[in-house]
């Protein structure tokens, strides 16, 4: 049984120009502190208009909401805060004076003391402003090269997989008065996905229950680098994917998978557990879901056991393979959303001569989709 909510994905089209020259931008440093006007960062991560949390450090930037259905077999994931915006990884910073259009903070790297974020602007070149506001849009990670469109209402951002392990983000465009420069409000959005995996023994016949041990769990053909195009006039974006796919391994241990959807645990990193936030999880770029490409792997013993005074032997590293395609709606993840995947593994098929129970199928792949963003 395949089960998820419709998301709607939103996608924008941006011009791309070369880098535009900017004033000098002096970053926070001990020695030049007293050589510019300092300014702050009050950070907002929400989700769908709904604020996650304000810090000025310790920034929580995922959770998830969700509930449980009876009946159907059905089950979705519950869970809270789980990962934080990582305070010794810098976000960048871009300021536009659209009087003059030009750009006055270009792609400024603006790090954090453990506490706050901060940078010092030079005052020299800052009073030469005309414009009475500047706008300002931030991202994180920080990259090194961003490109802006010919208009200034967009620019790109280039992440390779190691930047998309952070959970990358994207504020919404803010206005401030030059005059009040001295805390910029950054509400920031997730613009990933962020997934994981569930799992239970669902075999319908007693006598082949409580026997699974799972071994492994890979995700293959994960999109883990793209250019997130950022339009700051619509505050919204779309993902141009730069065909870098890697598989990543959720899962490596022996653990006993409990029987039943009621007894289902998120998988760990070599354990399953009762909570969400305990879990593995990883971000991915948004893609698409094409044919035998996106597939989750597992690896898994089975106990022996005796029935009707025979022993099956027990079973080493079996292996199954659940296939993405015709899974989630449209076949397109939609950035900024969680999921998790539920996996029911019954046992009926590969012991079909004395399965007992009636027109059982093989394995099925389940997935809910919190359809909340985090």
């Not at 926070?28 to 300014?39: D, I, R, T």
């Not at 300021?95 to 790090?111: M, Q, T």
Request: proline share 3%; hydrophobic share 35%; glycine share 8%.
């Amino acid at each position: 049984m395949k089960i998820a909510h419709h998301i709607l994905l939103m996608a924008a089209v941006i011009s791309m120009a070369s880098c535009v020259k900017a004033y000098d931008f002096t970053p926070s440093a001990p020695e030049n502190q007293g050589s510019g006007k300092k300014v702050g960062f009050d950070i907002t991560v929400t989700r769908e208009g709904e604020s996650v949390a304000s810090h000025r450090t310790g920034i929580t930037t995922r959770s998830t909401v969700g509930n449980s259905n009876s009946g159907s077999g059905a089950y979705a994931s519950v869970g809270s805060s789980l990962a934080t915006m990582d305070a010794d990884i810098p976000f960048g910073l871009v300021g536009i004076d659209y009087f003059d259009h030009e750009i006055v903070v270009d792609n400024a790297r603006v790090s954090s003391d453990g506490r706050n974020y901060s940078t010092y602007f030079n005052d020299a070149l800052w009073n030469e402003i005309r414009a009475e506001k500047i706008s300002f849009s931030a991202y994180y990670p920080f990259v090194d090269d961003i490109q802006y469109g010919d208009d200034l209402q967009s620019y790109s951002i280039p992440y390779k997989a190691e930047d998309t392990e952070a959970g990358p983000l994207v504020s919404k465009t803010v206005e401030v008065a030059v005059s009040r420069l001295s805390l910029v409000p950054l509400e920031f959005q997730h613009i990933t996905n962020d997934i994981g995996y569930c799992v239970a023994d669902v075999t319908p016949d007693s006598q082949l229950q409580g026997l699974i041990h799972l071994r492994k769990v890979i995700a293959h053909n994960v999109a883990s680098a793209g250019i997130f195009m950022n339009d700051m006039n619509l505050n919204q974006g779309v993902w141009h994917r730069q065909g870098y796919y890697r598989d990543i391994v959720i899962f490596e241990g022996d653990a006993l998978v409990g029987v039943g959807m009621e007894n289902e645990k998120f998988v760990g990193f070599d354990t399953l557990e009762d909570h969400l936030a305990d879990s593995h999880r990883y971000y991915s770029i948004p893609d698409e879901i094409v044919p035998q490409k996106q597939y989750v792997e597992v690896v898994f013993d089975v106990d022996g056991f005796y029935v009707e005074n025979y022993y099956y032997e027990p079973l080493k590293d079996q292996v199954k393979r659940f296939q993405i395609y015709g899974v989630i709606p449209g076949n397109k993840f939609a950035y900024g959303r969680q999921y998790t995947f539920h996996l029911g593994l019954d046992l009926s098929s590969i012991y079909q001569p004395i399965s007992f129970t009636a027109g059982v199928s093989d394995w099925e792949t389940q997935i809910y989709e919190d359809n909340e963003v985090f």
